[in-house]
């Protein structure tokens, strides 16, 4: 039954795609400054203030966990790291201006992680400080590899809080507390690319209409973002639940793409702490902010000049609805995958497709965006 399901859900985008008519988009944008204004002001800039508060108790909490290491406290930090790692991803379609200055994206959340620089720090005897960290690689710092740190698949909590206490679990802890503290100062330097803007990035995407040395236009502010959601959209979709379930597609040995059959749970991101399924629903609450408290589908629908703007955005917050209504995992993903139960997933990555599908087909033809090679592409 589940499997006709997804079949119809699979044929809907192509009806949707059919009934919109296909006309040239309307340019330049009408009302594109209060457009930009709401992006940034609705959606950009609240998500940020919410990373930026995470990342900021996860630091102080690990300082507490760290004078303290108790089965509370090590839950609360954990919980901690959880809010942190799904506010990141909730900014995951804004992976453009501050968030990827010097690739400090990479510092924030690089993944897997490096086990042979983890393994160095933890038993060199120099003192870890956020300054060491930072030194020592993206691989050895930021979320993965506090989520290394804090979880353990092979052993139940009472042993992974007992590696976090005495002598031999201070340094373990000394790395939780420098690397909590590192990813909070690599959060804030984004976080103030947006927030203490006078006349930076945010003013330069707030003004974009009127020309400046980051913009030339509205549209091309626009081109950005819409380009944005579209590869967070293929990046869940494909690598973070498709090539799990053995859904994805990649390069054989002759080059050609062909379908991947087996599934791997241990290609899950956040597989360790169960997060797996989280971090891919953050990254839909984020897309659905941006489009909707961000203004852009509001936007469509007040500008119904052609009679399709308000069509594709019913249909862009259907789709988002829709895939945040999918219910939950009755078990750990990573478990599910690992014993071949990996078919309640499915819908996760059947839904997936339709938002990506629904940005390149729907949402960036009525806006007039060309969208072309992404980070997720071969070469």
């Known amino acids: 039954m589940f499997k006709q399901i997804f079949c119809c859900l699979l044929l809907l985008p192509s009806l949707l795609f059919a009934a919109t008519p296909n006309v040239a988009p309307a340019t330049p944008l009408p009302d594109a400054d209060k457009l930009l204004v709401q992006i940034v002001d609705g959606a950009i800039i609240p998500l940020y203030r919410e990373l930026q508060v995470t990342a900021n108790t996860l630091a102080q909490r690990s300082t507490a966990f760290c004078s303290a290491p108790t089965a509370e406290s090590f839950k609360v930090l954990r919980e901690g790291w959880g809010e942190t790692l799904l506010a990141w991803h909730r900014t995951d379609a804004l992976m453009f201006g501050p968030a990827i200055a010097d690739q400090i994206d990479f510092t924030i959340n690089f993944t ?25 690689g993206v691989g050895g710092q930021g979320l993965s590899t506090l989520e290394f740190l804090l979880f353990d698949r092979d052993k139940n909590d009472a042993e992974q809080l007992a590696s976090f206490q005495g002598d031999m679990g201070k340094r373990r802890c000394d ?36 020309g400046n040395a980051t913009f030339a236009n509205a549209r091309q502010a626009v081109d950005l973002l819409v380009g944005k959601l579209y590869q967070s959209a293929e990046k869940f979709s ?6 799990p379930l053995g859904k994805g597609i990649d390069l054989n040995t002759e080059g050609k793409q062909e379908v991947l059959n087996t599934s791997n749970a ?18 839909v609450e984020g897309m659905q902010r941006i489009l909707r408290e961000g203004g852009v589908l ?15 955005a019913d249909a862009m917050q259907q789709r988002l609805d829709n895939y945040l209504k999918l219910p939950l995992p009755s078990a750990d993903p990573f478990e599910l995958i690992k014993t071949g139960k990996g ?18 087909r729907q949402l ?13 592409d071969g070469d």
């Open 364 to 376: 960036a033809k009525v806006l007039g965006v060309q969208l072309g090679f992404n980070d997720n």
């Open 238 to 243: 494909k690598n973070r639940i498709g090539n």
């Open 298 to 312: 509001q936007w469509l629908r007040d500008h119904n000049a052609r009679e399709v703007e308000k069509f594709v």
């Open 343 to 360: 078919k309640e997933l499915d819908g996760y990555y059947y839904l997936g497709n339709d938002i990506q599908m629904g940005i390149r």
């Open 175 to 210: 790395y939780v507390q420098a690397a909590s503290t590192l990813l909070h100062t690599q959060v804030q330097t984004i976080a103030n690319g947006w927030l203490q803007d006078s006349n930076g990035y945010a003013s330069a995407f707030r003004d974009a209409h009127k």
């Open 112 to 136: 897997p992680p490096k086990k042979m620089i983890i393994s160095r720090l933890l038993t060199d005897e120099i003192p870890l400080t956020p300054d060491i960290i930072a030194k020592a």
């Open 266 to 283: 241990y290609q899950l991101e956040a597989w360790r702490s169960g997060y797996s399924i989280q971090i891919i629903r953050a990254n």
